[in-house]
């Protein structure tokens, strides 16, 4: 290479030593704290970079607020009891707020190609959550990139310590239907559909009450008892309001 002065002339200003501190303290910086987060403990950064990619960590709430995008997409996951009604109100609430809508059992369904029923009975209810796992995975990672969506969950999909903690790490919001067990048990006897843990009202109660506190950790809580589709759907819009989530009004 051709040095520079052989083809211009320059000169080499000083730095002031003042300057060349400050550039040496600023050094590998890849944000800039602003103004307003001054007097906030500075921003550890990370000096590793490559071609690709920069790595950031963050030491303070503040800063990561300030510093982090904002999400730029929506997800509600519906989360409770069998006979709830969470395929439902999610169906509604999708159209309402024009989002998609993902049942978490319609996709096992789809990827083994058997209902949820001949899943149970040919690879027992351990072999149901595992596939269920495996499909909540998947799903979580899509979202990541994908549009707006509602997500209706399984009832025992947050009884698996692993797919509570992959849902709370999302961050995603999650709204938790709920009825008295009574009511929950009379909606299932009267629904043409299989469901493999339904049996008599004593151990339905007991597996509702070992499942309530996945149901509940971390979501809003939606009361479904009396209520039509179209009013939970208006009280869970209702909460999405609160909770400053962006909803666009539909007439």
Known sequence: MVPCKTIFPCKKRRTPTSNRK???????????????????????QSASRSAKERDFRLTTTEDEEFAMPPQEHRVIFLV?????GKTSVGRMLAEQLQWRFVDLDDLVVAREGRSVAQIFEEAGESGFRSRESAALQQLLTE???S???VVALGGGALSQPENQAAVERSGFLRIFLDAPVEELFRRCASQDLARPLRKDLSSFRELYLSRLPGYSSGARHADTNSRSVAQVCD???????????????TD
């Open 147 to 149: 549009g707006d969506a």
């Open 22 to 44: 400050l550039d040496d303290r600023s050094r590998g910086l890849l944000t800039l704290v602003p103004p307003r987060l001054s007097s906030i403990p500075s921003v550890v």
């Open 143 to 145: 979202l990541r990139s």
């Open 235 to 249: 009280e869970v819009r209702s909460l999405l309001e609160r909770g400053k989530l962006g909803v666009k009004e």
């Open 80 to 84: 409770g009891f069998m006979g709830a």
